[in-house]
């Protein structure tokens, strides 16, 4: 069965970087993208981009751009998402989520880490 | 503020049937596929619907979409206690990222 599996939760000083991963099982791990979508607490849904684990190609979301860094180890099934110059609203848990590459696919995302929460405080 | 306009609240009995909205524009709704997802308390977000009207296995009839223009909308007939959850409106917008809506509480009485 397909799993996504995330690393624990972390808690940084803002300016810091964090670093999550995200290790898939159960399906060919280049044969699917990778999303990355993080929730503030209480609040709703928030799109970071995606890799394509078979390429290491990326797409960001505007609002991220410069700040977050997605990479992937093949050899390891294994994903990762790196956020750097942490702000207090950065607070929020991270969920990776994987979706097909294929045409009118790309852009849903059929299973989900348990997420990653990342508490930014001084 | 969400791209996608969801009402923040929902709620119905056992059995009845409950829609929620999802108005959006041009370039997201009105050029895109709609999808669903559902949100038990404290955990990850699970896939309901996608390309508009499309369940996934495993999804009872029971959740139905549609869309129509820039606006689309999830129904949930025959009501369950087990349906208390939040609810997301997502789309491709064209500017170039994925969209959520504010997510819609639904309660059942």
């Known amino acids: 069965q397909v799993q996504l599996v995330q690393s624990g939760a972390e808690v940084k000083k803002p300016g810091a970087s964090v670093k999550v991963s995200c290790k898939a099982s159960?399906?060919?791990?280049?044969?699917?993208?990778m999303h990355w979508v993080r929730q503030a607490p209480g609040q709703g849904l928030e799109w970071m981009g995606w890799?394509?684990?078979?390429?290491?190609?990326?797409n960001y979301a505007q609002k991220f751009q410069g700040r977050v860094t997605m990479t992937r180890d093949t050899s390891i099934s294994t994903a990762y998402m790196e956020l750097s110059r942490l702000r207090s609203d950065d607070t929020a848990v991270y969920y990776c989520?994987?979706?097909?590459?294929?045409?009118?696919?790309?852009?849903?995302?059929?299973?989900w880490g348990q997420g990653t929460l990342v508490t930014v405080s001084s | 503020q969400s791209v996608l306009t969801q009402p923040p609240s929902a709620s119905g009995t056992p059995g009845q049937r409950v829609t929620i909205s999802c108005s959006g524009s041009?370039?997201?709704?009105?050029?895109?596929?709609v999808y669903w997802y559902q949100q038990l308390p404290g955990t990850a977000p699970k896939l309901l619907i996608y390309?508009?009207?499309q369940r996934p296995s495993g999804v009872p009839d029971r959740f139905s979409g549609s869309k129509s223009g820039t606006s689309a909308s999830l129904a949930i007939s025959g009501l369950r206690s087990e349906d208390e959850a939040d609810y997301y409106c997502?789309?491709?917008?064209?500017?170039?990222?994925?969209?959520f809506g504010g997510g819609t509480k639904l309660t059942v009485l």
């Open positions: 989520a994987r979706s097909s590459p294929d045409y009118g696919d790309t852009y849903y995302f059929d299973y």
């Open positions: 159960g399906y060919t791990f280049t044969g699917y993208y």
């Open positions: 890799i394509n684990p078979n390429s290491g190609g990326t």
């Open positions: 041009s370039s997201n709704i009105g050029s895109n596929y």
């Open positions: 390309r508009n009207n």
């Open positions: 997502a789309a491709w917008d064209d500017s170039l990222r994925v969209v």
